[in-house]
């Protein structure tokens, strides 16, 4: 119903806990793809732990602390945007990411994520809007390079994953650069 153009045929939608269905037969597209780099509870195996995660969003949305939104191309939901987390009051924001294999490659999340950002920075007030990665992620890092995104630091071996310690890279951009950049 509300709809953002993001090409002649690609759109930006809000992503509800109604379309779990869809959100499950694409994430069977994209998951052996996104599993290395997204958090495992997001890679949702069954109809069930899809409605959770979009209800997860849906109470972060209801919370002023959170989003997601999903990007159709000729109608088939491919991937989406997200606010990890979302706080107004700090200024403080964490964006993400991802997409099935097949919808790489045309801009779709770098102008997806603008547009999230330019809504948190230009109506919500939020001043920080920060990108983490695992530090050999190098599609994800080039999404925040333009993005106008910096790199901030390294959180060294931060988290545990299956083969060890986790190197997180920490990107973010502020709101004056942000509106500098136009
Ligand atoms: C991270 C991820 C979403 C990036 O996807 P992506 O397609 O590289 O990013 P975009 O949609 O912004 O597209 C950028 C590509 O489109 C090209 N492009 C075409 N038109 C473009 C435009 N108008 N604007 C920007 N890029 C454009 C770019 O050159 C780039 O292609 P290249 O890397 O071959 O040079 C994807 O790799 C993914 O889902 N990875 C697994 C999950 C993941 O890592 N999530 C992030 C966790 S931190």
Redesign the pocket.
Known sequence: MFALALTDTAELRPLSPWHAEEFLTHLDRARE??AP??GASFVATDLDSARRVLRRYAERWADDAGGIWGIWADGTLV?GVMFVSFDPQSGVAEA????EPG?????????AASRILDWAIRERGIHRVE????VD?V??I??AR?LGMRHEGTLREVASGPAGRIDIAVWAVLAGEWRAAG
């Open positions: 793809h996104i780099w997204v991937g993400g990411c991802w997409l919808a790489e490659g045309r801009g779709l999340v770098t102008r990108w983490r990665t695992k992620n599609r994800s080039a999404v333009r």
